[in-house]
Every structure is written in C-alpha cells, then in structure tokens.
C-alpha cells in the first residue's frame, strides 16, 4: 500500500471530488445544460445551440484539474461557468455565471480553457453549443 504525505493526500482528495462532482453534473444530472441563457450574449445564443436541441451530447476527451494554490486549500467555493463548445470540441469564450469566492475564478477559468470535448451533434453535423458547469471545491 502507498502511503502518500497528508497535503499530497489532501490534493488527491481535491481532484477525486472535483472529478466526481462535475462527471455527476455531466452525466447524472443534465447540469451542464442550466439553461442560463442570460450567461450568453444574443448573437451566442443565435450561432449555437442549447444541450436540449441536440441528437448527441459532447463528450469529455480531455479534463484537467484545477491547480488549487496552498493559500486556498481547505476553503469551500462554488462557480458556475458557461462556456462555448465550438465544432471542433474546443472551449471558447468562458466567462463566469455566478460565484460563492472569487478567489477561484481564476482557477476556474485557467482550467475550464484546456479542456477539450467531441463535440455535440444535430444528427451527423458538429455544432455549437453552450454550456454551463458548476464546479465545487471543498
């Protein structure tokens, strides 16, 4: 068995929830779509599509975690943020929607940026869609 330093331990707890929280969000609950329109502008709404309107949802490919400062740690934060996924399945335009802590929506943002997904479909054609995605630190 690894015994691992108690911040390490710490850490690894930090990502094991966030992970859970937002695959839960995805998957378990439809969350991602919060269908906070107001979080997007007219014309991203016009040129992209709500969760609801598609055949295929886009998918996680690549999902970094958040790189929480020590100075941080042990604090509780909830931040909402909406993003575009464009055709190719890359974040576009992330902006936050709504937060408990705005010491984290640095991280947040940083974070949200890198990563990528397959993107969501009308029938066999990629298009773009908004989404919205509470992350939860604790």
């Known amino acids: 068995m690894v015994s691992y330093p108690p911040q390490e331990t710490q850490v690894m707890r930090y990502i094991t929830s966030f992970r859970y929280i937002f695959i839960f969000a995805l998957l378990g609950f439809g969350a991602v779509s919060l269908h906070a329109d107001s979080a997007f502008s007219d014309d991203e709404i016009a040129s992209s599509s709500d ?16 790189s929480i400062p020590p100075e941080l740690h042990g604090m509780k934060a909830s931040v909402q943020v909406g993003f575009i996924i464009d055709e190719k399945g890359r974040v576009v ?3 936050i929607v709504q937060s408990s802590n705005d010491s984290f929506n640095d991280i947040s943002l940083r974070c949200i940026r890198t990563w990528e997904f397959q993107p969501g479909k009308r029938g066999d054609t990629p298009v773009k869609v908004r989404v919205v995605v509470p992350l939860r630190y604790k």
């Open 51 to 66: 969760m609801r309107d598609l055949d295929t949802p886009p998918k996680p490919v690549r999902q970094s975690q958040p």
């Open 93 to 95: 335009k992330p902006r």
